[in-house]
């Protein structure tokens, strides 16, 4: 019943902020910023970062197993990344948005299928991997929460090549947050980890 009641909470929150970020780009808050697809801020940066923490993230996850703190925790960020990419998947199509690469109009909204603009997907999959992390180690270790610049960064790189308005990296940021948060709160294995053999549970390494 609280897992239920927990999950209903999460959805009208969601909904709220998804008719609130609507609202923010019809006041104006969307533009577009000057066009720069180089250096750090360029498509192939973007995918070699996004590349790196999921080898990182899988990789560890695997290594470690359930039954240390660090590894728990790897696995609960898997569960976020699974469930913030589903769900911000849906979203796109709910809303086909259309790009700012494609229009300089930011209030674009239902257009049909290959627009999916809303919530940036990269950015929901960033903060859902590092919010699990920041949450059980940043306590202890306050250089965790500068796993946050992680998809700042990237939402910043994603509105300078036009693939996404603000609201959309603000939403994407929100909702990976959030279901980082519900992955971490989970008193019980991961869901994943259910899934794979007594070998994995217990981690490579042993």
Not at 23 to 30: C, E, I, K, Q, R
């Given at each position: ?151 700042v960064y990237d939402g ?51």
């Amino acid at each position: 019943m609280i897992r239920r009641l927990a999950l209903r909470t999460a959805a009208g929150l969601a909904a709220t902020l998804l008719i609130g970020m609507q609202d923010a780009a019809a006041s104006g808050l969307d533009h577009r910023i000057g066009y720069d697809d180089s250096g750090v801020w360029s498509r192939t940066s973007q995918r070699v970062m996004l590349g790196t923490l999921f080898v990182a993230e899988a990789g560890g996850a695997l290594w470690q197993g359930g039954e240390t703190r660090l590894g728990r925790t790897l696995w609960q960020s898997m569960d976020a990344t699974v469930v913030g990419g589903v769900s911000a998947y849906a979203l796109k199509l709910a809303f086909s948005r259309v790009r700012p690469i494609d229009s300089a109009d930011p209030n674009l909204w239902f257009k049909g299928h290959g627009n999916e603009s809303f919530p940036s997907g990269e950015v929901t999959l960033t903060s859902a991997l590092v919010t699990p992390l920041v949450l059980e180690y940043g306590h202890d270790h306050p250089w965790v929460y500068g796993l946050e610049l992680l998809p700042v960064y990237d939402g910043v790189a994603r509105m300078k090549v036009w693939g996404h308005w603000q609201t959309d990296v603000i939403a994407g940021f929100a909702l990976g947050t959030g279901v980082g948060y519900l992955m971490h709160r989970n008193p019980d294995t991961p869901y994943i980890l259910r899934l794979m053999p007594h070998g994995v549970y217990v981690g490579l390494r042993y």
